[in-house]
């Protein structure tokens, strides 16, 4: 089962953990990404985030499948937020299960790296002093 979401709305957390949740999974692995006040030393203002939400969707179905291939999870939630985004707030939950730990940890990191690398989701860090457009990949 896979959840895929883009969303301006607040996203929850705890709802994408019970939708990964099954008597057969022994091991839920969650990345929550937030918005945090500091980049290279610069105060963060705040985060806007922007999609080309049906390729965005499309390729965050395409990492989920590739995930389902690589390792025998069972589950997965992808839910990204778009929008105006407060220090504090959270862009991103990604939520994967399987039947042992070590699946479950390998296909989040797989997700969350590969979404920074080739989802069309952009972000701009609002500064007091300037704003930039940032390369979406760590």
């Not at 990964?20 to 918005?35: E, K, L």
């Not at 939400?53 to 590739?66: F, G, N, S, V």
């Not at 479950?104 to 704003?131: H, M, S």
Request: charged share 25%; glycine share 6%; proline share 4%.
């Amino acid at each position: 089962m896979i959840d895929i979401q883009i969303t301006d709305k607040p996203l929850d957390m705890q709802a994408c953990i019970n939708m990964v949740m099954h008597p057969q999974c022994g091991g839920i692995d969650v990345f929550i990404g937030t918005v945090r006040e500091l980049t290279k030393g610069k105060q963060v203002l705040r985060l806007e985030f922007e999609a080309y939400e049906a390729m965005a969707l499309k390729e965050m179905r395409k990492i989920a499948e590739t995930a389902f291939e690589k390792w025998p999870v069972q589950r997965m939630a992808i839910h990204h937020r778009t929008g105006v985004l407060e220090v504090g707030e959270v862009p991103v939950v990604i939520a994967v299960s399987a039947a042992h730990r070590a699946a479950a940890f390998d296909a989040c990191r797989y997700t969350i790296d590969t979404l920074k690398q080739t989802v069309p989701i952009w972000k701009k860090e609002i500064f007091e002093n300037g704003e930039v457009w940032v390369a979406a990949h760590p």
